[in-house]
């Protein structure tokens, strides 16, 4: 199955003056120091200008078919790197192997615009699913601009040519065409330039499961529908889930799961171990179509299929899940935000109205949920 590739791939990416450079060597060093193998895919933006296509952001409203050509260029280009480096990471089986990414594919959506986005697509048989979600995780570094902007400077970078207005705008695009892959961590500048690559370490160690991917997650039940307007005015991404429980010959919960948005889909087969401190040890791999099909002819027949839609949208730099479960008795709405450690309690949106922590309460969990929400037949 795929979750037995030695490699993960991540991506950092973010807005002018968030740090990505930084945080690319000090990755680099510090899971080089834990026995990884590193692999750094530089920004295809950054090659491009080098190459002599300078001026991109100009030839959008004065050449928009060449602009159109250089959008697609600069896709086309990460996935074929992509493809690239994956093979380099298979190369150095069995030693473990990340792939950080300079940016990926959905950052071409923030700055081309979802129009020339979904006409690239169009033209290359693409889904948006299969762009933002099959990487292990996105690191979102925000922007100077966004919480210091009087720090912010593009004086020591001849590639940088954002004003702090459009660096914050910038951030808020990207962090948008991210919204809805399924690992998304936000690290913002309240601890400055230290705390930062700190915070951004322990989400990526969080993902390479060193020492082990422990899930703190916290969980709360709305006692009212949210609005809507409210969660389209973030840039929340609708995602609707179909999750299956499987028969297990091991203590744990086993499930495969398929996400779907915009016509395309994802799959993933997860593992799931309530551990003796609390928390719970989760492994999670993408896999494809056919093994998905496999896994469900081993489906727990004692447990129905769990169908739900979900809103993922980031507030105040932070990652929220907002799930909706339609039922015979009426509607449940359940909030979950993962954090990278157990003390770093989560605030809640106001907007979101009365909400009820129910991290521990067993009956929240979603395969107990599956019972009272089951799939439709």
């Known amino acids: 199955m795929h979750n037995d590739k030695n490699y993960y791939e991540i991506v950092l990416t973010g807005a002018s003056s968030a740090g990505k450079t930084t945080a690319l060597s000090f990755l680099a060093q510090k899971l080089a120091d834990r026995g990884f193998h590193v692999l750094r895919c530089p920004e295809v933006a950054s090659l491009l200008l080098d190459a002599g296509t300078r001026e991109i952001p100009m030839r959008?409203?004065?050449?928009?078919?060449?602009?159109?050509?250089?959008?697609?260029?600069?896709?086309?280009m990460q996935m074929e790197m992509r493809s690239h480096f994956r093979r380099l990471a298979?190369?150095?089986?069995?030693?473990?192997?990340?792939?950080?990414?300079?940016?990926?594919?959905?950052?071409?959506l923030a700055y081309a615009g979802r129009d020339l986005f979904h006409r690239i697509l169009g033209e290359e048989e693409l889904s948006l699913p299969q762009l933002r979600d099959h990487y292990d995780a996105v690191v979102h570094l925000v922007s100077v601009a966004v919480d210091f902007p009087e720090l912010y400077s593009s004086e020591n970078n001849p590639a940088r040519w954002e004003t702090v207005e459009q660096a914050r705008s910038s951030n808020s695009l990207i962090m948008q065409a991210w919204t809805g892959t399924?690992?998304?961590?936000?690290?913002?500048?309240?601890?400055?330039?230290?705390?930062?690559?700190?915070?951004?370490?322990?989400?990526?160690?969080?993902?390479?499961?060193?020492?082990a991917p422990v899930e703190h997650e916290y969980k709360f039940l709305l006692e009212n529908e949210p609005p809507l307007s409210e969660l389209e005015s973030l840039g929340a991404a609708r995602i609707e889930i179909q999750q299956t429980y499987l028969l297990a010959n091991q203590e744990g919960e086993f499930r495969v799961r398929q996400r779907s948005q915009d016509g395309?889909?994802?799959?993933?087969?997860?593992?799931?171990?309530?551990?003796?401190?609390?928390?719970?040890?989760?492994?999670?791999a993408q896999i494809t179509l056919a093994e998905y099909e496999r896994l469900l002819g081993e489906a727990d027949p004692e447990?129905?299929?769990?169908?739900?839609?979900?809103?993922?949208?980031?507030?105040?730099?932070?990652?929220?899940?907002l799930d909706h479960f339609v039922g015979p008795d009426g509607d449940l709405w359940l909030l979950e935000v993962e954090t990278m450690d157990s003390s770093n309690t989560p605030r809640i949106p106001d907007w979101l109205g009365p909400v009820k922590d129910v991290t521990h309460n067993h009956n929240y969990r979603s395969a107990s949920i599956a019972q009272q929400f089951p799939s439709p037949k």
């Not at 400055?192 to 390479?208: N, S």
């Not at 395309?264 to 999670?284: I, M, N, S, V």
């Not at 809103?311 to 899940?321: A, I």
């Open 60 to 76: 959008q409203k004065e050449e928009p078919e060449m602009f159109y050509h250089l959008e697609k260029s600069m896709l086309l």
């Open 264 to 284: 395309g889909h994802t799959f993933y087969y997860t593992r799931k171990q309530d551990l003796p401190g609390g928390g719970r040890a989760e492994y999670e």
């Open 182 to 211: 399924p690992h998304l961590w936000v690290i913002d500048n309240q601890d400055r330039m230290e705390g930062k690559l700190e915070k951004t370490l322990q989400a990526v160690l969080h993902t390479v499961g060193f020492p």
């Open 303 to 321: 447990k129905p299929t769990l169908q739900k839609t979900r809103w993922c949208f980031v507030w105040e730099h932070t990652y929220y899940e």
């Open 90 to 108: 298979q190369a150095y089986a069995p030693q473990p192997t990340v792939i950080l990414y300079d940016r990926g594919e959905m950052d071409v």
